[in-house]
Nanobody, 120 residues
Framework: QVQLVESGGGLVQAGGSLRLSCAASGRSTYVMGWFRQAPGKERKFVAAISRDGGTTSYTDSVKGRFTISRDNAKNTVHLQINSLKPEDTAVYYC???????????????WGQGTQVTVSS
């Protein structure tokens, strides 16, 4: 069982930056992903990182603006978000998976989410 706790969300103006963090409990190392869900919309993939951090994936709309990273010694995953746009507004969820995946169904464990709101 893995518990995930996100932090770092908030209200920011367009063009600004945020750094989201996800703290994971337990000793096992998982594939980690970030997803987001806007009001009235389905949860969508944002970024993923392999167990050793050597492989990363991003949805097209965030490439060049978002960076996923991890620190296995601290059991944390980060999502650096730059050049924020109003359309980035959503609840951002951290998730853990046994196998590398970019779809929500591939993830076994989820955090409670952190709200990111971007004002224009």
């Amino acid at each position: 069982q893995v518990q995930l706790v996100e932090s770092g969300g908030g209200l920011v103006q367009a063009g600004g930056s945020l750094r989201l963090s996800c703290a994971a409990s337990g000793r096992s190392t998982y594939v980690m992903g970030w997803f987001r869900q806007a009001p009235g919309k389905e949860r969508k993939f944002v970024a993923a990182i392999s167990r050793d951090g050597g492989t990363t994936s991003y949805t097209d709309s965030v490439k060049g603006r978002f960076t996923i990273s991890r620190d296995n010694a601290k059991n944390t995953v980060h999502l650096q978000i730059n050049s924020l746009k109003p359309e980035d507004t959503a609840v951002y969820y951290c998730a853990a998976a046994t196998y590398y995946a970019t779809n929500p169904g591939g993830y076994n464990y989820w955090g409670q989410g952190t709200q990111v709101t971007v004002s224009s």
